[in-house]
């Protein structure tokens, strides 16, 4: 292995490689949302995000003032006053422009309790009038408080009312979301989500699908070379002219027809990546195979009686194991990159977070015509360095075997 770390670009390979793992294995950590997997496409579970703004660090010195952050603001002590019949109402006011912006901001009123509850939401607008948002009787909880979201509400205060009729326990203090202009490390796109979330949990998809994919038809290529090289004949033959077939076949619109046949899903993709992608192992091994065969070695064992399995297996196979690893790791990138043209295209699994089906979503609801680039650059980015770290990795890997070295 000093060869290999000898390297530059075996070693760069590793590293990348490396650091994407360990996201891959910590992301649950590293992520903001933990739970997003699950609730990726559950609507109810970002509805206290903004949408569609960019990371927070675009907010600097320079934008602070036209540029509001995320707040929480809880109602503290209300305003009682009492009313016929023994009921009271509670006045709770929430500032609406802490920065002194006028500018609309979503908000989501989040009100605790248990049982009934009758709330009146108004706005004091600029002007100094008050003008009612809502008038609801809402149902709560302990377990469930009740939501309620105003779009781009422009005002200096916003009035929360509720009514207790007697006999009900105090209603408890609501709580303000304010979702501000920016978000997180990489923003969020139309429907709320955390971008850096889901690049962080793409990373195991990603890994996983190349991987186990790429091992699985650079070994069934394997196979299939040793066993026509060493057989030959009629055998011979018949797996050439099928690797012929496959290999003249354009890949992408094949793919793209049999998605849309079967039902679109991560296993699908790969058992239908295992029909095309075998035949990038088959011609190089085929022909070292072809090499190997005729070896003294192997023509002693022919020799003493040994049959054409126990040597393709014994010996020939051994031999070529080596380049089937530097074959595999330059095979993922494509892997990767077909998911990813598939998921673009609507044809992917939507039941879970990869970058391609992040693409798709952000092509889909005009990322690219609102200028959402935050929405459309770290996935894209990310498909960019796994491909080089597993291809620097193959190359560093093809200078360990490469006879010619």
């Known amino acids: 292995m000093n060869r ?23 992301g649950p950590l590293l992520a903001p949302y933990p739970e997003a997997a699950s609730h990726w496409r559950d609507i109810s579970y970002w509805q206290d995000s903004p949408a569609a703004v960019p990371p927070a660090w675009t907010r ?50 989040v009100l605790p309790g248990e049982g009934q509850l009758p709330v009146l939401v108004g706005v004091k607008a600029l002007d100094g009038n008050e003008h009612e948002l809502a008038r609801k009787i809402l149902r709560v909880s302990g377990a469930e408080p009740a939501r309620l979201s105003f779009p781009a ?27 501000g202009q920016v978000s997180g490390l990489m923003g969020t ?47 011979d033959l018949l797996i050439n002219r099928i690797y012929e077939f496959f290999s003249l076949m354009p890949i992408l619109p094949f793919l793209i027809v049999l ?31 072809l090499q190997i065969r005729e070896e003294g070695y192997i023509e002693a064992g022919k020799s003493i009686g040994t049959s054409r399995w126990y040597r393709a297996f014994k010996y020939v196979l051994p031999a070529l194991l080596p380049y089937g ?22 044809l992917g699994d939507s039941t879970v977070v990869t970058w391609g089906q992040m693409l798709h979503d952000a092509f889909a609801q005009g990322a690219v015509i609102n200028r959402l680039w935050w929405w459309i650059l770290p996935p894209g980015l990310m498909i960019s360095i796994t491909g080089i770290a597993f291809s620097l990795l193959g190359r560093g890997l093809e200078r360990v075997w490469d006879p010619r070295g």
Not at 69 to 90: C, D, N, Q, T
Not at 199 to 214: D, E, N, P, Q, Y
Not at 266 to 284: D, E, H, Q, R
């Open 4 to 26: 290999f770390f000898h390297s530059r670009s075996g070693v760069a390979g590793l590293v990348l490689l490396g650091l994407l793992g360990l996201v891959g294995a910590f």
């Open 60 to 109: 600097g010195p320079w934008n602070s003032s036209r540029v509001a952050a995320s707040a929480r603001v809880s109602g503290g002590s209300p305003e009682e006053s009492a009313m016929e019949g023994g009921a009271s109402k509670l006045t709770w006011r929430f500032s609406l422009n802490p920065l002194g912006t006028t500018t609309g901001r979503d908000l989501v009123l």
């Open 153 to 179: 509400v422009v005002g200096r205060e916003l009035v929360v009312t509720e009514y207790k009729v007697p006999g009900s326990p105090p209603p408890e203090s609501p709580l303000l979301i304010l979702p």
């Open 189 to 235: 796109d139309v429907a709320k989500r955390d971008i850096f979330t889901g690049i962080v949990l793409g990373i195991r998809w990603a890994l996983l699908l190349g991987v186990l994919v790429s091992f699985i038809t650079v070994m069934t290529g394997i196979i299939l070379a040793i066993g026509a090289a060493c057989t030959g004949g009629w055998v």
């Open 259 to 289: 998605s849309a046949v079967f039902k679109p899903s991560l296993w699908t993709f790969a058992a239908l990546a295992l029909l095309f992608f075998w035949t990038k192992a088959f011609k190089p091994v085929y022909a070292m195979a």
């Open 325 to 346: 690893f530097s074959i595999m790791a330059l095979s993922v990138p494509g892997i990767i990159l077909y998911e990813a043209g598939i998921s673009i295209l609507g």
